[in-house]
């Protein structure tokens, strides 16, 4: 795998390894309550943060079979990333894309949510090992507010996209404990 690659996907892992580790000491119960109407759950954040994820490897892959075709990223995707980066730093809250809102389902067991996430990790490490180094800047993802962006940009935004909903989950976490 090339060694870009290799270190933002170890990272990526670390990310997901390290919020899961926090949420399995959580009770069942926890997880899976809503602190308000219209707010999601622990287990609601967690299968949007896998549908997206999911949805997205999917379209690299798509985008990957004519790879050879492909622009590489510049100078805009180089400038576009930290605003998306920074956008995810901050408290707001953004629509999630109709597609992805259109196939997340409803909340998963836990178990079988970590183990999907499990296995599409394993397809995305997949898929980048058969990248070779001359691919690793086209732009085969789409954003759908950044616009097109390499695979490297796309797992960085997929890590800024946990962290997004990490700090949801600590709100979620904060308000459940008033309760």
């Not at 949510?113 to 085969?140: F, P, T």
């Amino acid at each position: 795998m090339n060694k870009t690659l290799e270190q933002v996907y170890h990272a990526l892992e670390l990310q997901r390894a390290t919020l899961l580790k926090e949420i399995q000491g959580l009770s069942p119960n926890l997880i899976v309550t809503k602190p308000a109407p219209g707010q999601w759950s622990i287990v609601e954040i967690l299968t949007h943060l896998y549908t997206s994820e999911r949805l997205s490897i999917a379209y690299i892959k798509k985008k990957s079979q004519g790879i050879h075709q492909l622009k590489n990223a510049g100078l805009q995707q180089s400038l576009m990333l930290p605003i998306l980066k920074i956008s995810q730093r901050l408290p707001f809250k953004f629509k999630a894309p109709k597609v992805v809102v259109e196939n997340t389902p409803e909340a998963m067991p836990l178990e079988t949510l970590l183990e999907q996430w499990n296995l599409l990790r394993i397809e995305l490490k997949s898929h980048l090992e058969h990248l070779g180094d001359a691919h690793v800047h086209k732009l085969v993802y789409k954003h759908p507010v950044a616009g097109r962006l390499s695979v490297v940009q796309a797992m960085q935004f997929f890590a800024e996209h946990i962290t997004h909903h990490k700090a949801q989950i600590k709100r979620t976490l904060k308000s459940l404990n008033k309760l």
